[in-house]
């Protein structure tokens, strides 16, 4: 190649990489299959180093992947100053809720990788030369989730860092203590007065298929595969939510000043028995025999795990050792991973299913030949919308490949065009919808086609049935079974006749007995308690999942007030991008979804959050307050106070903060923050002779003050 074509080549190199990176740490969306990256990556790599005179510092070779967003700002390690805006999840939501950022003690740097087994000799080939004398190995399950640093301070954890971009991460302490097997306290004895200890957050395999279940019910995006469940999850906004995603840890390596461990294996040792999550899967090995033997044991039994591991990592025992042999510039020398290959399995596509979902978006799932893969039979697979279809330019007849590895869902990768005959038959993706005839639609930017019959495409309509009765909706005792029912018989069509159900109705249906009936309705006059933000979930707005329903409905506190909202008022809301803005006023601009609501609301149907207030006024218009400690009415009704006066409740201490409410027991470190910046501190009082005279919707205790002179502005987080 001339020295033009090799720089273009590197260029190119790297602006992938970069926008994978990007989709990989920072959007949890990766495009390209680890074993892609990496090959891209070795090439850079191999043409950096054959043509030095291209070496850049910023190009990726030279850097870890970094998990902030893009336009974050670094800060030191007590600054206090807030990071910018991260996006959540998926490109539904909006910018979502700041995470303050701290510099990393000691750089988090990653690992260099190889598929190859002979590159694993070469490694430890080069160790055995640079030591020049014995030493062992620590060999371990790399686990597949996302990276964290813990910093236990006097036995309490203090803070919980992601990777970042290796030098400063996002502070996700909050949400790292809804974790279950990560302790806030050690137990035993003899922990430094300070260390940190890093690891992985992962996802087991159990609760990635009940949340991508839940998700695909809801029509959410589905997670690829474990480790992007969990590093969405680490970066909700709301702790609440992500104790309910079942995260668990695995930690495996201690650092710290002074520590009195000669061996990684004795540190590790000692991090049990203070009670932190250490996998007790490791071995020591002596030569490069052991280490195969570790390898080729766990490339089997890896599938029988409950949770996803993508290779193995060795690394250089003696600490001591690990010190002198150092790092390069994004990696250690004494440590380096082996990863395994995703398994993959090569059948026929025997027919292609288009599925009508709640929302009427058109689903293409590919029906296979049974292929036996990572331990479970594959029969079908979804082609997720017709661009996929397209890229894979797939036919009824072609043998294509498809994977698990570290994925779950089975995923289709390819085609293998050589045995590609004239019977196969490329699919017509259908121009109306399969169930009621509609011709399709797709919204700009959509990948998916819809059919816009919402409320008399029957497949629509008993989904939308569904989904409101379901246990994390209105949690009414039916199922698909009794929907079929009501709605051949005529009973329903949308979901406020449930509430017009009476006993005789049911009792001419088949299977229904006396008792049967009377505790479907029981559960029927029962969801009239459930709370808003569930109601609001329920009615089955196009994008709006069970998280986005809560912030909504806290947000604005009545079904009323987000009916009115402007679109500009929408997307004040944390969790609520464009897209989601745009499909609220669309729903609230159909005079049938108001007619709905009316006879919910005489129903009994809650329609308002408890301890909402009327917009008072826009006196707080433009600040952020936050609101910490203890009140004499509710802390959620202190909260609702400051958007009913135009304000926005902040979730952490920033330069953003206009001030804050402090009760009893306010946060200490919040306290502390706020005071090194010059932030105001008020008490409940103060607050509440700012504001206009309002009722709250239940009765008002005496008021209580806190005396801002006695709140402690020392100690460590978690004191409390």
Known sequence: MEKSEILNRIEELREKIRENNRLYYVENSPVVSDYEYDMMMAELIRLETENPEFLSPDSPTQSVGSDLAGNSTSTSADSGQSASDIELETRLRGSGKEFEQYEHKYPMLSLGNTYNIGEIEDFADRVSRGIGDAFTYSCELKFDGTAICLTYRNGKLYRALTRGDGSVGDDVTRNVLRIGNIPQRLTGWGWPEEFEIRGEIYMPYKDFDRLNAERERDEEPSFANPRNAAAGSLKLTDPDEVAKRGLECTLYHLLGEDLPFQTHDQALKAAMKWGLPVSDKRRICRNITEIEEYINYWDTERKFLPFATDGIVIKVN???????????AKAPRWAVAYKFKAEQALTKVLSIDYQVGRTGAITPVANLEPAQLSGTVVKRASLHNSDQME???IRIGDYVYVEKGGEIIPKITGVELSRRDGLCRKPDFPKVCPDCGAALVRDEGEAKWFCPNSDTCPTQIKAKLVHFLSRKAMNILAGDATVDQLFSHGYVRDVADFYSLEANMLLHLDGWK???????LESIADSCNVPFERVLFALGIRH???TTAKSIARHFGDMDSILSATREQLLAVGDVGEVIADSILAWAADPKHHEMLRRLREAGVNLRTEGYVEKASD????QTVLVTGNFSIPREAMKNLVEANGGRNGSSVSRKTTFIVAGEKPGPEKIRKATALGIRIIGEKDFLAMLPE????????????????????????FDW
């Open 514 to 520: 006396e008792k049967s009936a009377q505790r479907f």
């Open 318 to 328: 003696e600490l001591p050792y690990q010190q002198a042999l150092g790092y390069t």
């Open 619 to 622: 006196i707080l218009a433009g």
């Open 694 to 717: 309002q009722k709250l919707n239940s009765e008002e205790p005496m008021l209580k003050d806190t005396n801002i002179s006695e709140i402690p502005v020392q100690g460590t987080l």
């Open 544 to 546: 709006i999942g069970e």
């Open 391 to 393: 890229l894979l330019d």
